[in-house]
Structures are given as C-alpha cells and as structure tokens.
C-alpha cells in the first residue's frame, strides 16, 4: 500500500470526522482548527494500532486470517510513519519560524 493512499485515508477520515473535538485554536477558512486536525491524526493513528492488535488477537485465537493480520499490521505502520513526517515537518517549521530575527 503506497503512503499517497494512506495519507487520503487519513485526509478522508479527518474530514468526515469535522466538527468533533475542541480546538484551543481558532477556526480557519473551512471551519477547521489546526488543533483539531491534530487531534483526528492522533486519533487516526491509535484506531489504526487498536484494530491492528485485534487482528493479531484474533489472529492468535484462530478467528482472523494471518494475511489479514499482517494487512492491518502494514496499515499501522504506514499511519504511523505518516504522522511522524507530519511531525517532522511541523518542527522544521517550527524552528525555522525561531531562527527568524526579531
């Protein structure tokens, strides 16, 4: 699975998931904080983790396929590895934005 689908996943959830959670920052354009952008990637990335580890229980008990397993495991992975470029470059922005002269 390439990241440009998991980042459209992540993109797609997060848009249908628009108008939950408080954000601490104001709105933009479209409605949406930054803050509760955030807060549906993080969200994003534990629902993935969680039902990768009921994939792997259940691939434990015999009731879920060891293919299927290995497919939520993937996808975890790769939402993980979004949210942390993600990460990444909000603190290049960050320290650039500190390397500005006052």
């Known amino acids: 699975m390439a990241i440009d689908s998991i980042a459209a996943k992540v993109i797609t959830r997060a848009s249908a998931a628009a108008g939950t959670g408080a954000s601490a920052l104001p709105a933009g354009p479209q409605g949406d904080g930054f803050g509760a952008s955030l807060e549906r990637l993080v969200n994003t990335v534990d629902e993935t983790n969680q039902s990768a580890n009921v994939a792997i229980d259940g691939m434990l008990a015999g009731t879920t396929d060891v293919h299927d397993a290995m497919i939520a495991i993937q996808?975890?992975?790769?939402?993980?590895?979004?949210?942390?470029?993600?990460?990444?470059?909000?603190?290049?922005?960050?320290?650039?934005?500190m390397r500005m002269p006052v």
Do not use: G, W
Request: aromatic share 8%.
């Open 75 to 97: 996808r975890a992975d790769h939402t993980l590895q979004f949210s942390v470029q993600v990460r990444n470059k909000l603190m290049n922005a960050y320290q650039e934005i």
